[in-house]
């Protein structure tokens, strides 16, 4: 499986970034997928996920309200659009199966960084 992540970025307060996710080696289909996240000194956190069909999202309470994840299973993709930035939300952002007894290798992420 490889998990390709990009769309990262610098980005003010208050301003949103979109970031991809290209997954090959499995039928994405098949699979639940989410985001992760690591900030600087902090644990990796699973941030959203969805269901295979895409009908069930869940979030975690920190981004709830800011963060839609979403997905293209033809085209296996795994989106993240993420509105009202806040400088906690600094870190690098990874996709991959929301389940850690499921979990693939991981990406290379890509960091999002929000300052003014």
């Known amino acids: 499986v490889q998990l390709v992540e990009s769309g990262g970025g610098l980005v003010q307060p208050g301003g949103s970034l979109t970031l991809s996710c290209v997954v090959s080696?499995?039928?994405?289909?098949?699979?639940?997928m989410g985001w992760y996240r690591q900030g600087p000194g902090k644990q990796r956190e699973l941030v959203a996920s969805?269901?295979?069909?895409?009908?069930?999202?869940e979030y975690a309470d920190s981004v709830k309200g800011r963060f839609t994840i979403s997905r293209d299973n033809t085209e296996n993709m795994v989106y993240l659009q993420m509105n009202g930035l806040k400088p906690e939300d600094t870190a690098v952002y990874y996709c991959?199966?929301?389940?850690?007894?499921?979990?693939?290798?991981w990406g290379q992420g890509t960091q999002v960084t929000v300052s003014s």
């Open positions: 969805i269901t295979v069909g895409g009908v069930k999202t």
């Open positions: 080696g499995i039928t994405l289909r098949n699979f639940n």
């Open positions: 991959n199966h929301p389940s850690p007894m499921s979990i693939f290798s």
